[in-house]
RNA sequence: GCCGGGGUGGCGGAAUUGGUAGACGCACUGGACUUAAAAUCCAGUGGGAGGUUUCUCCCGUGCCGGUUCGAGUCCGGCCCUCGGUACCA
């Protein structure tokens, strides 16, 4: 009999939803595990294979964590504002709010024919007042801390749309994806919050974490913590100051010339006026060159000299002062010391511009009379370099960062390639900042009690220019909190990577009113126990959420150091090699899958692809051996569905007391159980649908067990298959006469030990490495009883044949190689 | 460019510490069942050469080189590809 899925997985949920299995008691603290995937981003296309991919193997780990008897926690939510549902407005003219309501009402139904254990009663959406009021608070407490201020910051603008442009709206050739016109750069006032404060305690608390390893190296990288020296560089004439980092102090009297970022300030009030022309030119020419392109060392470096000339402290030597693209406003003071010597960009841009090339770290085994013909950047002798000739040059940075420091010309230094995190939005759909600019009082922050100040409905966001909340006057004129005269809002919004930053700590009672979350849950269910989403969040999304943690912590609200203690990445599933996105219209819509084979087949098969962390472009080929594999199942229950009613199994068997196929189905059930058990909890759930298929071929012959054997096998089976099937894991446990949700107690099984005990072993005997013979011996056989095996074999004398044997490897139970020559 | 992944049959992939390369599945081929087809079940299936019921040998995990009795696995150097690169989320 076929297997009604459609009719047994509508019955399921209904019977799940209905005895409220999903819902989890957050008071029941023994074995608590929250298990959490990222959230939706609720567009119009949907859920795709994507989401489903990320969601529905998690589900299933959870579901085998709750057979083992956790308590798990498993919400679902939407990360409703963003850019796509604005953009998609000045397309069609559909409000946000609008378009954003309805795309998760479809979700949701798409979410519910998927069979997770989400507790519903957790939902949470990010673009409702209730939650992004506590945006606004956030950012109230960072301002109170002093972690929240305003600075310039370049935006990408496009001079022909007369708007802000995001960079994924920047085509590769720097133009704009709506009329083609070069994007600029265009400097804006805008709020930061301080992450760097947290730069040191976010590189340790990796050390904490159990996250992937690459993930964690990705994140170390991206903090970029290094060790170096502050040098102050006077300017020939001039009362200013350059400062610059360098972890090649040493390198200092190499020094030829010195580079500014040309963005920065400091280049206006230094450029002599013969230069002003030129340098001002060169400003505006690198306006639209992305950071990737500035600093590709493929591309040919350009620059100007500016007229000014910085002493070198160390000689006091002038070195023309240049702008260059390669230096950039935000790494370090923005100035480079520039040391063709030894750096190869340098060394590039000073032929390039015949700047003079002096060598100060002689190579071991050169002399200081050859020619540079490049940089040489690693450890050598110190020359040309007054006392410090002679020195190596790695102990020499620690002598000469001291010299300058008694001098008062330098000090040592931490720098992070790590920024602050630029939160303000030029955007409608998001988070309104709750700042107000007073004509008297200036910046004055809203008081607490005065929020959430909500989103106004009523905007043109098509408004040229640039915030559309600055369309809606009733909005941006209000009068100041403090002295009651004449004030404007913030027309700006909050980067929705804010809401994100705590969304996980909300869904432990999303209704609460009086505070951020509830404090209490948040220290009993966090840090979260397992955190799975997509590798590209790794140094974005999960590096503010680790900072937004540790500030909440900061100021009493939560107690752990660390927002999410598990990582998992699944991989991406790519459709004809590219990422599926509703932009190159390749996604790939779960949807006709679903009614042809079900939501089980359907999630069977996304794990059954290959390696979960890979992921892998998509492809239904192989769908129709997992529904083979799923028919199989059933109609296994299906003809063995009289059995429960007159017997029950036992918890073990003894094995000399079974009949060889009892024997053998047995041993195989225990087998499967210890290899599913291993793999479920690594998240390998390809090899854990294999075991099972492995399993259900060798259950051909369970009609010759006894019915007790056969009920032992099929409670077993049904258990394995639960969280990889959790509509059909019901269909065939309620098969065997069980009356409860197999997931209402823990049903997981133990394997019995004594039935993973092999009795045979299989030994290669191989000749020069090469396999010759397959020896099937009793586990823990004598090595000699192996050998004289091996060289029983008619291959083995073969190779051997008229040759010495010059080495023999044994390794027991497994290996016999024999040398010869 | 920089940071981080990945590359194994016709296809998706498997392979504890270096120790049988190709589990499981798709596709394909042959067979059983059937009036027939579908479905199902059984068998075969990396490539090449020879022997042709049972067999034997060689080659083979992106490329080049190295370490080792033995390398998909470790080391060095490349190639290709994917993710991120701070305003997609």
Redesign the pocket.
Known sequence: MKYPFAKSEKKWQNFWEENKIHKTDLTDLEKALYTLVMFI?PSGSKLHIGHWYNYAPTDSWARFKKLKGFNVFEPMGY?AF???AENYAIKTGIHPQDSTFKNIDDIRDQLKTMGCMYDWDAELMTCVPEYYKWNQWLFLQMYKKGLAYRKNAP??WCPSCQT?L???QVQGDGTCERCSTTVEHKSLT?WFYKITNYADELLDGLKTIEWP??TK??QE??IGKSFGTEVTFKVDGHDKEIKVFTTRPDTLFGVTYLVMAPELELVQELTTEEYSEEVNKYIDSIKSLS??ER????KEKTGVPIGAFAINPVNGEKAPIWIADYALATYGTGSVMAVPGHDERDFEFATKFNLPIRNVILQDGTSEEDKLTEAFTEVGTMINSDQFTGERSDTGKANITKWLEEKGLGETKINY???DW?I???RYWGTPIPIIYCDNCGEVPIPEEQLPIELPYDVDFKLDGGSPLASNKEFIHTTCPKCGGSAHRDADTM??FMD?SWYYLRYLDPNVSEEMFDSKLADDWTPVGMYVGG??????HLLYARFIHKFLRDIGLVNSDEPFQRLIHQG?I?NQ???MSKSKDNVVNPDSFIQEYGSDVFRMYLM????YE?G?DW?D??I???D??V??AYSLFDSNKDLAKNISAEDKYELNKLSEVEKNTYRKVNQSIAKIEVELEHF?F??AV?AL??LI?SL?DIDKCSEEIRLYSLERFAAMLAPLAPHLGEECWSILGKEESIFQQPNWYEADEVALVQDNV?I?V?V????RA?LDLPVDSEEDTVKSTAWGEE?VK??TADKTVV?E?Y?KN??Y?I?VR
């Open positions: 981003y990360d963003g850019l796509p935006v990408n802000v995001a960079n994924e805008q390893e690459k190296l990705m990288n991206w950071e990737i600093t590709s060392t493929v390639r790590l920024r630029l303000s939005r030029q980067d929705t994100s590798a590209e969040h790794a140094t974005m991406t790519t090699g590219a990422k059954f692809m290959g390696p890979l892998g492809s080929k192989g129709v051996g997992v083979r594999f028919q199989r390998r390809n090899t294999a298929m492995e071929n051909k299989t290669i191989q020069n490495g090469k396999v397959k291959k073969h190779h080495k490897i390794v497994k290996i190689n040398v």
